[in-house]
């Protein structure tokens, strides 16, 4: 059976960090689209930073220079370090993989079903900001 597993999530003051890691189980990320998503409350799922499968990385504006994505094909983990965290970055955060990762920069509820059609997603993690 095919899992992400997200984890490291938590509470953090304003100006903190957090590190999200997202365990792939029956999959590997090596050669794919990887990358994170993040719902704030009452908002869409919007894109925050992927891989490419020739390593290239995307960063939504409003976390350049704060949050860094990585990957160990060994341990099968993606990675997203986050630094001098906001009030807005307070969301449920979310593994993902798969062709699709990265072609919509948000999506609706909907279109995320479709989404799942294709490519793999994890069960969120909450990051709070306070």
């Known amino acids: 059976q095919v899992q992400l597993v997200e984890s490291g999530g938590g509470s953090a003051h304003i100006g903190g960090s957090l590190r999200l890691s997202c365990a792939a189980l029956?999959?590997?990320?090596?050669?794919?689209?990887k990358g994170w998503y993040r719902q704030a409350p009452g908002d869409e799922f919007e894109l925050v930073s992927f891989i490419a499968p020739d390593e290239s990385t995307f960063y939504v504006d409003s976390v350049k220079g704060r949050y860094t994505i990585s990957v160990d094909y060994v341990e099968e983990r993606l990675y997203l370090q986050m630094t001098n965290l906001k009030g807005e970055d307070t969301a449920v955060y979310y593994c993902?993989?798969?062709?699709?990762?990265?072609?919509?920069?948000?999506?609706?509820?909907?279109?995320?079903?479709?989404?799942?059609?294709?490519?793999?997603w994890g069960q969120g993690t909450q990051v709070t900001v306070s």
């Open positions: 029956g999959l590997t990320f090596e050669g794919g689209h």
């Open positions: 993902a993989a798969g062709p699709d990762v990265g072609r919509e920069k948000r999506m609706t509820a909907m279109q995320l079903q479709a989404f799942h059609r294709n490519n793999y």
